[in-house]
């Protein structure tokens, strides 16, 4: 916080496409479902063996247990009904075998992305027999979205390889990063790949302190990161090819259509650098 405001960044908002037709990330998210549904039994193991059930020990009618959840980056659905339905599960079930507590808690659920994600689809999709409150929060990830100490499980799948920003080198002429006639980092020299990798040291760093001061003592932070082993190569996967091709593409309609100096601009925002899920306190 700086002189009593909170400190909440407000870079460019790109967010997946909205809606439901046949070019909307509804419909074309099997691959990050695919991951959410791997990872189910990871995530239930972690909340077993890590919730600190203590602190729901004891509730009553006016005093009820709120265990309060966050997606952050959960685009426009179905994958974050189902991430955010394991996580339920997890917690009713590990509650109920430490017998914690007789009473059935309340979940608070927080769908967060970019303020310019379509919530409106989001919303409109959310499941019908549900078990938890729900609220949409907008804004960016990397920077502070809750008051200190009110979130109890904090989690992102596939969201945190999408920067905060273009590296700023890799635009810049006159920097040895300079990534000329293409928009990602596949087969790029060394200085662009250090450039990206920087870039994200610095993002997930912001990540981790902003949901270092919203999580509750004993809270849960997980974090599904798609990525490559280091033997493995950009270029050795369809992601980077696909890259290259479009890249291409693109070149050829500078030449054509607009001036080339213009397509260092077109650099994407993200990166492919590890895949973790951790609970973390």
Not at 40 to 65: G, R, V
Not at 172 to 190: L, P
Request: hydrophobic share 35%; with cysteine.
């Amino acid at each position: 916080m700086e002189d009593g405001k909170h400190n909440i960044l407000r870079p460019q908002s790109y967010a997946m496409n909205g809606g439901n037709g046949p070019y909307s990330y509804a419909e074309n998210s099997f691959y990050q479902r695919g991951i959410v549904e791997s990872t189910k039994e990871t995530i239930k193991e972690a909340i077993a063996k890590n919730l600190e059930t203590e602190q729901y020990a004891s509730s009553t009618s006016s005093n009820p247990i709120i265990i309060r959840i966050a997606d952050f980056g959960c685009s426009t659905g179905p994958n974050t009904f189902l991430a955010i339905q394991n996580i339920v599960e997890a917690v009713e079930l590990t509650l109920k075998l430490k017998k914690a507590n007789s009473r059935k808690p309340d979940f608070q659920v927080f769908f967060n992305d970019q303020i310019s994600n379509d919530f409106n689809t989001l919303f409109a999709s959310l499941p019908s027999d549900r078990q938890y409150y729900v609220a949409g929060v907008p804004g960016s990830f990397y920077g502070v979205l809750f008051p200190k100490a009110s979130l109890d499980f904090a989690y992102s799948s596939c969201s945190l390889h999408w920067l905060s920003k273009v590296p700023e080198e890799v635009t810049d002429e006159n920097s040895q990063a300079w990534n000329k006639g293409k928009i990602h980092y596949t087969n790029a020299h060394k200085e662009v790949l250090e450039a990206y990798s920087a870039q994200f040291d610095r993002d997930i760093e912001s990540y981790l302190n902003a949901r270092a001061q919203e999580l509750v003592g004993g809270g849960l932070l997980a974090i599904l990161i798609p990525g490559l082993p280091d033997v493995i190569l950009e270029s050795d996967i369809t992601t980077g090819t696909e890259f290259e091709v479009l890249g291409s593409c693109l070149m050829d309609m500078a030449k054509t259509v607009i001036k080339q100096h213009s397509v260092p601009t077109m650099n994407k925002i993200s990166t492919w650098l590890a895949f973790v899920c951790i609970p973390l306190k």
